[in-house]
């Protein structure tokens, strides 16, 4: 599976924007880019995930490169809740993987009322 | 609220004990996904099921097997516990395409807690 970097942790202020960033330089053409979150006590949950154009839902956007070796996933009003580990992933769409999610460190973000 | 229930949410028992975690997926979920996480090795992908067949093998130790029956839940048996095996087990459930594939989201259950003394 294709490696992804992202920093340890991060902090913000409540009401404020968040741009969480994710190095993949060698992501392959058919990699998605997902990502995911995990609040204390629960299991991850799903956030967003794209391809090559910029993605937008009610949770965040996803803005990707245009060479596909990194991407920032944007909160743009980050509040108490939001405070959790962010994980940025490849899943490869064919192969052996079957979509399977692998999971690194991720970036503990901690928000300050 | 995933849809993904799972159960127990809390175990305690031995080493060399057996136990059962036991995943219900969504409704209409054809995936089911096994993830460990412990404290020192994050969270690491151990099976994927789809529609009652295994699909993919992660870093599963020959003493944890796992089955997804008829109904599509799946069950994941620990054997031999050691004190190692504490950990928190996830399951998480897709929306599959044909043969398994999914470049979609994975839904998680809120996962179940083993502690092995």
């Known amino acids: 599976d294709a490696k992804t970097t992202q920093p340890n942790s991060m902090e913000s202020n409540e009401e404020e924007p968040v741009h969480l960033p994710c190095n993949h330089s060698?992501?392959?053409?058919?990699?998605?880019i997902h990502w995911y979150r995990q609040l204390p006590s629960q299991g991850p949950e799903y956030v967003i995930h794209?391809?090559?154009s910029n993605v937008n839902n009610r949770m965040a956007s996803l803005a990707i490169a245009e060479d596909r070796k990194s991407s920032t996933l944007i909160l743009h009003r980050a509040t108490l809740r939001d405070a959790a580990v962010y994980y940025c992933i490849l899943r490869g769409a064919g192969g052996t993987s079957y979509g399977k999610l692998t999971f690194g460190q991720g970036t503990i973000l901690t928000v300050h009322p | 609220d995933s849809g993904v229930t799972q159960t127990p949410k809390h175990l305690i028992t031995a080493t060399g004990q057996r136990v059962t975690l036991r995943c219900s997926p969504r409704?209409?979920?054809?995936?089911v996904y096994w993830y460990q996480q412990s404290l020192d090795q994050g969270l690491q992908f151990l099976i994927h099921?789809?529609?009652?067949?295994?699909?993919a093998k992660g870093n599963i130790l020959e003493r944890f097997s796992a089955q997804q029956f008829p109904d599509l839940h799946s069950e994941l048996n620990l054997s031999s516990l050691e004190l190692g095996d504490s950990a928190l087990y996830f399951c998480?459930?897709?929306?599959?395409?044909?043969?398994?594939?999914?470049?979609?989201?994975?839904?998680f259950g809120e996962g179940s807690r083993l502690t092995v003394l």
């Open positions: 060698t992501i392959s053409g058919t990699d998605y």
């Open positions: 998480a459930s897709s929306v599959a395409l044909a043969s398994g594939w999914n470049t979609g989201e994975l839904f």
């Open positions: 794209g391809l090559t």
């Open positions: 409704s209409g979920d054809l995936s």
């Open positions: 099921y789809y529609n009652g067949e295994e699909r």
